[in-house]
């Protein structure tokens, strides 16, 4: 599935470089307008962030984001410092279709683990982001990108594949924002150690052809931000582009 992401900070969409957040973006873009084009161009779920919270721990959402799951209901995908069953309820019970637990994950693993039983794992996505260091060993960042935990990503996913995780998003950070085309190794590797989980690609979507290769090594869903936000291609052409498959993107040329 092709799901397109909207990063808010400040009540405006951004896009960060690398996840640094001195390195912004602003774009002149509505948020309504834009979830309701992608939807009315086949969009299925709308990866929605809250940079503000995932930033800043115990961050008072601001209650855009609720009016806007409430509008869009079944169709979002929640992220951004989301670390209580209280939080989780409210965000359910106005319309959120999934929830997205990043830095609790690993603060909480208990917990998290708990929730992933509680609410099933249809409904809960675990956002895990990493550096790949020397000898290939990625190491899960948090607290929007800023603190490094040391936490191998593969220990890590053992622990969760306990409670049989579903929905794993994951992020090469030095990828995200940059346009340089996704981490193809990074989720090789996962798909083969990790066949049962579902992962979501993230960062440095560039070209119709990157959707077509990462579903062709087995990636489920493809969050897909910048490369919208700036008309490298639309909507409608990478959700052809999945469809197809196997296909060569650049036979879908005249479409986008």
């Not at 969409?13 to 948020?31: E, T, W």
């Not at 000898?135 to 969760?160: A, M, P, Q, S, V």
Request: charged share 25%.
């Amino acid at each position: 599935m092709i799901i397109p992401a909207l990063d808010i900070l400040n009540n405006q969409v951004v896009r960060l470089y690398q996840g640094n957040y001195d390195s912004v973006k602003y774009y002149d873009y509505y948020v309504y307008d834009l979830i309701s084009t992608y939807i009315a161009s086949g969009s299925k779920i709308i990866h929605l962030v809250d940079l503000e919270s995932a930033r800043t721990r115990n961050q008072k959402r601001s209650k855009a984001f609720y009016e806007i799951i409430f509008s869009f209901k079944e169709c979002i995908q929640m992220a951004g410092g989301i670390n209580s069953k209280k939080e989780i309820d409210k965000l359910f019970s106005i319309g959120a279709k999934r929830i997205v637990i990043g830095s609790e994950a690993i603060n909480n693993i208990k917990k998290v683990k708990k929730w992933i039983e509680y609410y099933g794992n249809q409904r809960i996505v675990v956002a895990l982001d990493i550096n790949i260091i020397q000898n290939n060993i990625k190491t899960i960042f948090i607290n929007g990108w800023k603190k490094n935990t040391n936490i191998c990503l593969e220990d890590f996913l053992h622990e969760l594949s306990s409670v049989d995780i579903k929905y794993v998003l994951c992020t090469d950070i030095s990828k995200d924002g940059t346009l340089s085309g996704p981490n193809f190794s990074l989720y090789q590797d996962l798909i083969l150690q990790f066949p049962k989980i579902h992962f979501q690609a993230s960062g440095g979507i560039h070209h119709l052809n990157d959707i077509v290769r990462l579903k062709n090594i087995g990636v489920k869903d493809v969050i897909i931000g910048k490369s919208l936000l700036e008309n490298k291609f639309t909507i409608a052409g990478a959700i052809k582009c999945w469809q197809k498959g196997s296909f060569h993107a650049s036979m879908l040329k005249k479409d986008v």
